[in-house]
Structure formats: structure tokens, C-alpha cells
């Protein structure tokens, strides 16, 4: 069995109450059934030993990928259509994921606020997204955050691959996928210290406190004044997720697949 997160034991208050109930049933069924369970962190594999007191010596990591259009190059003109098309900004941070509580995009919309950088946010909104449009309203910024959502795979990899940074702030995860989309995206990215934040970005990212306003836009602006150190980031970061790619995936997959048989 894999497991990707235990978010709805380690951050409960992100959960109803029944719903803790249901998950934490199947999930500890499922784990007290299965041979051997694949985390997709040491995160989600310390959760696992912590809140469902599984031995760790039967749960194995297999990190994840992504799809292969972030690793695909665009021309110019493609990259061009579509920033035209979203009436994007020539520079700008981007965000990728669900505008929920944990994924925290209001402490990055407060972060740009007093600067005249641009943010696009890509996701579906839930009722967290109130927030940040009455922040917007309130602050004046509606000209400096652009929402998107129903863009196709090809599309967004066009508009991670425009951007200038990602900043991916959020409060918990089990791996973090967009930021692998970044790194494949020559994209330098600010993430959040601990968690399986560090594991996703590996070494080159840039690590801040995801509820620190002051240190998200000092982390903003140092990379918005240093192009160079941008490309450095980007340069290693691309290094570091080849081990994401497809082929290491399905080979570390294959190889417990048959140390189980």
C-alpha cells in the first residue's frame, strides 16, 4: 500500500471530525493488512511509524515525479501565447495548488504587498480563497495578483516556465509536487523550512517560515535583485530533481516490488 500523507493526523484541524474518524479506520487497516507500505517522504514515513505505530522496517520510500510536459521545452512564441492568453506580466512569483488553509497563499499575497511585484496563483478555489480576495480588495493589489484555474498541463508548464520565481509557502504536505515542477521548470524556489519541504527542493532552494510575512518578501526580494544567484538556483535545482525523473521512480518501484514476492 502507498500512503502520501497523514495530514488528517498530524494537522487535524484541517479536517472535520468524521472524516479523521473514516481515514484513520482505513488507513490503519491498510497497513496492519499490507506486506510492506511505500511513503513518498521520510515525512510521511515518520507519520506513519508516530501516528499508526507501524515498525519502520516495513515501510520503504519511493519519492514521486511529475509529468513529463514540465520537462519539455517551449519556444518563445509558444511561452509568448499563452502569457498572452492569461494576460500575464512579462515578470512574476508563481504559486500552483488547491487556494486552501495549508497551502497558506494568503501569507504570500501580504508578502507582495508594499512591492510591485506580480503573484499568479493556479488552482481551484475553496472557501479559504475569501481571504485573500478581501486582503486584495482591501490593499488595493487586484492589479498585482492574477487567480487562474482550468488551464490545461501544457499551458501551465508554459507559465511555470515564464515565471521568474516560485514560492511555494505552504504549512504541511506529504512530498509537494509543484515544487518538482519547478525545479524542472529552471525555476529557483522558496519553500518552507522542515517538513518534507527540504526532501522536495533539495539544497539550493530557499527555506523560510511559511507564517513570517517579512521573511517571505526579504527571501522575494533578494532573488528578484540578484538574476545571477536566480540561475544558479534554477542550474542546481534542475541537477537535483533528476532523481524524480520516471526512470528512477519506476526502478526503485520495481526493485521492492520484488524483494516482497
Do not use: W
Amino acid at each position: 500500500v502507498t500512503i502520501h500523507d497523514l495530514i488528517f493526523l498530524s494537522h487535524p484541524h484541517y479536517y472535520n471530525f468524521l472524516d479523521r474518524i473514516i481515514y484513520k479506520l482505513k488507513f490503519q487497516y491498510a497497513v496492519n493488512t499490507a506486506d510492506h507500505i511505500i511513503a513518498i517522504s521520510e515525512q510521511t514515513k515518520n507519520d506513519i511509524v508516530q501516528f499508526l505505530h507501524v515498525d519502520e522496517s516495513k515501510i520503504s520510500i519511493v519519492y514521486q515525479g511529475c509529468n513529463k510536459v514540465y520537462k519539455q521545452t517551449y519556444t518563445l512564441e509558444q511561452k509568448k501565447n499563452t502569457k498572452n492568453k492569461f494576460k500575464l506580466p512579462d515578470e512574476y512569483i508563481l504559486n500552483v495548488g488547491t487556494i486552501q488553509e495549508r497551502k497558506n497563499a494568503l501569507s504570500l499575497v501580504k508578502a507582495i504587498n508594499g512591492t510591485d511585484y506580480h503573484l499568479v496563483l493556479v488552482g481551484k478555489e475553496k472557501a479559504y480563497a475569501k481571504k485573500l480576495h478581501q486582503y486584495i480588495a482591501k490593499n488595493d493589489l487586484s492589479e498585482q495578483v492574477y487567480f487562474i484555474k482550468d488551464v490545461g498541463p501544457e499551458e501551465l508548464a508554459m507559465i511555470y516556465q515564464s515565471a521568474t520565481v516560485f514560492c511555494y509557502p505552504s504549512i504541511c504536505e506529504g512530498f509537494g509536487i509543484p515544487i518538482i515542477e519547478a525545479l524542472y521548470s529552471n525555476l529557483p524556489v522558496i519553500t518552507s523550512k522542515g517538513g518534507c519541504f527540504p526532501e522536495a527542493a533539495g539544497p539550493d532552494a530557499v527555506f523560510i517560515d511559511p507564517n513570517n510575512i517579512d521573511t517571505i518578501k526579504a527571501a522575494l526580494a533578494s532573488l528578484y535583485e540578484n538574476p545571477e544567484r536566480r540561475k544558479s538556483m534554477a542550474e542546481k535545482g534542475y541537477e537535483y530533481v533528476q532523481r524524480f525523473s520516471d526512470e528512477n521512480v519506476a526502478d526503485n518501484l520495481l526493485k521492492l516490488y520484488k524483494s516482497i514476492e
